[in-house]
């Protein structure tokens, strides 16, 4: 590809054919402010440069009016200014013009902080709005359990239309009617509930302002915690492990798993325990259930089930092909039935009393908490008093909220461990909060298990990293196991119309994860989540699997004591009743 050379503020750049004003700016040290613009959604060929918002204009000579650089190439021996006082001028004006139809409630919008538009507004020094505009006033979606919409605080930028249309392709948000009558809404209108809609939170993720966010529980959270007759626990995601920090200035990937059990235990709950503990029970059960298939000629590949968004996507697009997912429930969904059984027996506590809280990366994991099917407690007790298995879902960024605003010094906490029974997790299972981390573990599990040998090396680096589609395969007493994964549900859908047309039949098991990079990146994360966040927490998340004893499922003792004391063996009577699922088609295409 052929150099371009242009001049920026007076130094010469040299970029290849096709680079923006924007890029080649960068490389000369020039940060031209932008808003609208989104270079990575998670996946780097996600592109999103819809020069929308204005705020990122220049000046380039013999052009008449302004250019946006975020969109505009580089041409041989342009001459381009970036902030002469009629560009700031002009850069200011636009984003008055935002704010003069925009509702200006920050001390109470959830995203006060770390808002976008705010921030630009403070960087380029807005002190008054000229322009004073109508306040639209457009109802408040909150019909999802995950995700709540403000239309009335959105500008226009459209990332959250890329992160769904072509980051997830599920495609349900779009940009409806023109000038100060356009809105971005649900697909036709409808409420977010009524559409394709998975729950991912990836456009939450990527939105500048406080448009769409998760939707707050922190409330309910707080009053059983007040309340003396509840016995409140709550598991702790792998992925939380290495993010929470970052709210808190640690540097990104840092391990803060001691902290986060101190900061719990401040907060007032009664037991914290860890879902890596049932992410190896999902190992077990999944495991076994691979190996099943295998032997008895089930349907194959097998499909993981940990990423609810991922389900949901399942049942919407590839009704057909649920057949392949792991009946498993998530470690998630696990946890929340053994909660309100085995720990509640052991503990002799009445499980109507129990409170089961959440920390996920994960809107959606709200979505699944809330799905009708979701409560083997109250079959296994007969006793209709008892409604969810797992009663409430926070985020991290709620979590973060919590802490926060109890007024608890998070970095200096000292560590504390997990209460017992329940808080024992191995590598393996923190490893579930990367993509392809699901995959190594079933594969440290069921090497062993169907060979009767030791692993000789516990690492299975082809199905790490951030490319989209990885594929590995491992020799197991003769038999050649292949297996890929996927994250972003755009990738995933590039391997399901490969099953659907009978393409992938020699493989064995598929992982999927509905957010680029895996938990990590999922879509109740702090903000901003950017490939380097991702890859950075990714790498915090092998370290901490290195330094655990312990990096088998299998070989966790607490994992080992459940079985042997209440479920017996792994896809038992007991498991089924309390750890497998079913799955609903839904959708156009069902
Ligand atoms: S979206 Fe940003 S600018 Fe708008 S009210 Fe919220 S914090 Fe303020
Ligand atoms: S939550 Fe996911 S599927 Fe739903 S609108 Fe947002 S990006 Fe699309
Ligand atoms: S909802 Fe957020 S991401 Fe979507 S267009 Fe509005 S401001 Fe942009």
């Known amino acids: 590809m052929a150099n371009i050379t242009c001049t920026i503020d007076g130094q010469r750049v040299s970029v290849p054919e096709g680079t923006t004003i924007l890029n080649a700016a960068k490389q000369v040290g020039v940060k031209i402010p932008t808003l609208c613009y989104l270079e990575h959604v998670g996946l ?25 650089s975020c969109n505009t190439p580089v041409e041989e021996n342009m001459i381009i200014h970036t902030h002469t006082p009629k560009i700031i001028a002009a850069r200011k004006l636009n984003l008055e013009m935002m704010l003069s139809d925009h509702h200006l409630d920050c001390p109470t919008c959830p995203k006060n902080g770390i808002c976008e538009l705010q921030k ?52 349900a948000l779009e940009l409806y009617g023109n000038g100060y009558d356009a809105v971005v809404r649900p697909k036709g209108g409808l409420p977010l509930i009524e559409t394709q809609c998975v729950a991912c939170g990836q456009c939450a993720l990527v939105c500048p302002t406080g448009a769409i966010l998760e939707k707050d529980d922190t409330g309910t959270v707080w009053k059983a915690l007040a309340d003396p007759k509840k016995h409140v626990v709550v598991q702790t995601a792998p992925s939380t492990h290495v993010t929470i920090g970052e709210a808190f ?19 007032g709950f009664n037991a914290v325990f860890d879902t890596n503990w049932s992410a190896d029970l999902t190992i077990m059960e999944e495991g076994y259930e691979l190996i099943h298939r295998i032997k008895n000629g089930g349907v194959l590949p097998q499909f993981t089930s940990c990423s609810p968004g991922w389900i949901k996507f399942c049942e919407e697009f590839y009704p057909d092909l649920l057949p392949h997912i792991s009946s498993c429930k998530s470690p998630q969904q696990m946890f929340g039935p053994i909660a309100k059984t085995y720990y509640a027996e052991k503990k ?35 006793n209709p008093n008892i409604t969810r298995d797992v009663d409430v879902v926070l985020t991290s960024r709620e979590l973060i909220r919590m802490i926060r605003e109890a007024g608890i010094d998070f970095a200096n906490l000292p560590d504390e461990p997990y ?14 909060g990367a993509t392809g981390g699901v ?34 395969s491992v020799n197991m007493n003769g038999l050649t196991v292949k297996v890929l994964v996927a994250h972003s549900l755009g990738a995933a859908r590039q391997l399901l119309d490969k099953v659907r047309a009978g393409e992938l039949k020699d493989y064995h098991f598929i992982e999927i994860m509905a957010c680029p990079g ?49 479920l017996k063996e792994p896809l038992g009577h007991k498991s089924h009743q309390l750890l497998h699922t079913h799955y609903t088609p839904r959708g156009k295409s069902n």
């Open 120 to 171: 630009l507004c403070a960087e380029l020094n807005v002190r008054q709005i000229r322009p004073q505009g109508e306040k639209k006033e457009l109802p408040i979606d909150d019909s999802s359990p995950s995700i709540i919409r403000d239309p009335n605080k959105c500008i226009l930028c459209q990332r959250c239309i890329t992160a769904c249309r072509v980051l997830q392709t599920v495609d």
């Open 44 to 68: 780097r060929h996600v592109k999103h440069e819809v020069g929308e918002c204005r705020v990122c204009v220049v000046e380039v000579e013999g052009k008449k009016d302004f250019v946006t």
């Open 419 to 432: 209460d017992p029974l329940m808080g024992e997790g191995t590598g393996a299972a923190q490893i579930f």
């Open 518 to 566: 895996g938990c990590i990146g999922g879509g109740g994360q702090p903000i901003p989540t950017t490939v380097e966040e991702r890859e950075n927490r990714i790498k915090g998340i092998y370290e901490r699997d290195k330094k655990l004893k312990i990096r088998k499922s299998h070989e966790n003792p607490e994992i080992q004591a459940i079985y042997k004391e209440f």
């Open 348 to 382: 002799g506590i009445n499980p109507e009393d129990i409170f089961v809280v959440s920390i996920m990366p994960c809107t959606a994991k709200k979505y699944e908490a809330a799905r009708p099917e979701m409560n083997a407690a109250a079959t296994y007790w007969n």
């Open 249 to 267: 200035g640690l540097p990104v990937g840092t391990d803060i798993t001691g902290k986060m059990v101190a900061a719990l235990k401040r907060l």
């Open 439 to 472: 995959m190594e573990a079933a594969l440290r599990t069921a090497y062993e298990v169907i060979t009767g040998k030791t692993l000789p090396k516990l690492d299975f680096e082809d199905v790490r990293g951030m490319k989209e589609i990885k594929e590995a």
